[in-house]
C-alpha cells in the first residue's frame, strides 16, 4: 500500500499547478461550461494519459532494466529544467 501512496502524492504534487490544471481552471471559469462537464473531460484525459504511461511503462520494463530508466528520466528532467533556464 506505501507503494501507491507514493504514486498518488507524487503524481498530485506534479501535477499541482502545471500547465494541465491551470487550462482547465480556465476553461472552468467559462460560465457556458458545465463544472462538471469540465472535470469529467479534464480527468477522462488524465487517466487515459495515465493508461498510456502504464501501458508504455509496463512495456519498457520487460526490456529495459528499471535503474536505467530512472536514469533517463531523471537526466530528461535536468535537462528540460537546464533548457527552460537558458531559454527564459
Same mark, same amino acid.
Given at each position: 500500500m506505501k507503494v501507491y501512496v507514493a504514486v498518488f502524492l507524487s503524481v498530485f504534487l506534479a501535477e499541482l499547478g502545471d500547465k494541465t490544471q491551470l487550462a482547465t481552471l480556465l476553461f472552468a471559469t467559462d460560465a457556458a461550461l458545465?463544472?462538471? $462537464?469540465?472535470l469529467a473531460a479534464a480527468g477522462g484525459a488524465l487517466v487515459l494519459s495515465t493508461a498510456?504511461?502504464?501501458?508504455a511503462g509496463s512495456m519498457l520494463g520487460g526490456w529495459v532494466d528499471g535503474r536505467h530508466l530512472r536514469v533517463g528520466a531523471a537526466v $530528461?528532467?535536468?535537462a528540460i529544467g537546464v533548457w527552460m533556464l537558458v531559454r527564459g
Open positions: 458545465s463544472r462538471w $462537464g469540465v498510456l504511461a502504464v501501458a $530528461g528532467f535536468i
